[in-house]
């Protein structure tokens, strides 16, 4: 036993070797980077490696007169509103669907999961396709079925461009839903849907009083990651309009070309720190949940 005891002294230091290499990445490519905005948003500079002069709260004040950085707020709200009032409630019901024994229902679960497997630049070219107002799937069926007067420039009109990309959004984000609730549905034992039926309790009740109590651990996740994903996009406002639709702009969005195409690495820092506080708050309160939760 002693003999076995020394060793594990000695052998102390092996778990931080493996633990060293992924620390040290994640310290290069998350926390130094994070730090670096930080302190870049109060300064005006146009390069990232050399140049500092220091501006104060210059960057910060300049945001409430940057109408591009409001639309970017408007945008990334109804991101944020449509991306949970959509996928959670479809992804929801479609599990649900799913959670019945039927024939060839393992093959339509791996068909509905299909576009999670997609990168979203492969999804958006599809859909930018799919969108073509001349050529498009959606313009083709509505010309062939007689309604060409709801023909649109579905990524050209600024009024609907928005609203045409989060719909891929939604589209991409139900099948990951779904395997949550999936999962959850799992868990929600079987005897007491029974006894509830036994009792006379309806579908809407048996849903209502049983199941989305159950499903409420399920229910947080999906919300949370569904938010912090609508803050996060993207790709598909990226390849689907080349960057240059100002109507279609995300705080990302507005943050990359800032910093990369017109070299406001000071400025573009800072919408970067507005992006990060945001989305840190809603981790904060996920976080919150999941403690509240387990305790």
């Excluded at 007491?192 to 309790?201: N, P, R, T, Y």
Aim: overall charge positive.
């Amino acid at each position: 036993m002693s003999t076995k005891n020394s060793k594990l002294k000695n052998d102390w230091w092996v778990p931080y070797a493996f633990l060293a290499l992924p620390l040290i990445m994640y310290l290069i490519w998350v926390i130094i980077p994070v730090f670096q905005s930080f302190l870049y948003s109060f300064s005006k500079r146009d390069s990232i490696f050399i140049g500092f002069d220091f501006i104060g709260l210059k960057n910060y004040l300049r945001l409430f007169s940057d109408k591009t950085f409001w639309i970017a707020i408007k945008n990334n709200f109804f991101w944020l509103v449509l991306f949970v009032a959509l996928p959670v409630p479809l992804g929801l019901f479609i599990a649900m669907l799913f959670d019945n024994d039927y024939p060839g229902n393992k093959v339509f679960k791996t068909l509905f999961y299909i576009p999670m497997t997609l990168s979203f630049a492969v999804i958006g070219t599809i859909w930018a396709w799919i969108y073509h107002p001349d050529f498009g799937t959606i313009n083709t069926f509505l010309e062939m079925i007689g309604l060409s007067g709801l023909k649109q420039q579905w990524i050209g009109d600024k009024r609907i461009m928005t609203f045409s990309l989060i719909f891929v959004g939604v589209w991409r984000q139900v099948p990951y839903v779904m395997i949550l609730y999936l999962a959850g549905l799992k868990n929600v034992p079987k005897e007491l849907m029974e006894v509830s039926m036994v009792d006379g309790a309806n579908w809407g009740q048996r849903f209502r009083h049983i199941l989305l109590p159950l499903l409420a651990p399920a229910t947080i996740v999906s919300m949370t990651i569904s938010v912090i994903d609508s803050l996060r996009a993207f790709d598909i406002v990226y390849v689907m309009t080349n960057a240059k639709a100002r109507a279609a702009e995300v705080l990302s969005t507005y943050m990359y070309n800032t910093a990369f195409t017109y070299s406001d690495y000071g400025y573009g820092s800072t919408i970067a720190v507005i992006q990060f506080i945001i989305t840190f708050c809603f981790i904060i309160i996920y976080l919150n949940n999941v403690m509240k939760s387990e305790i």
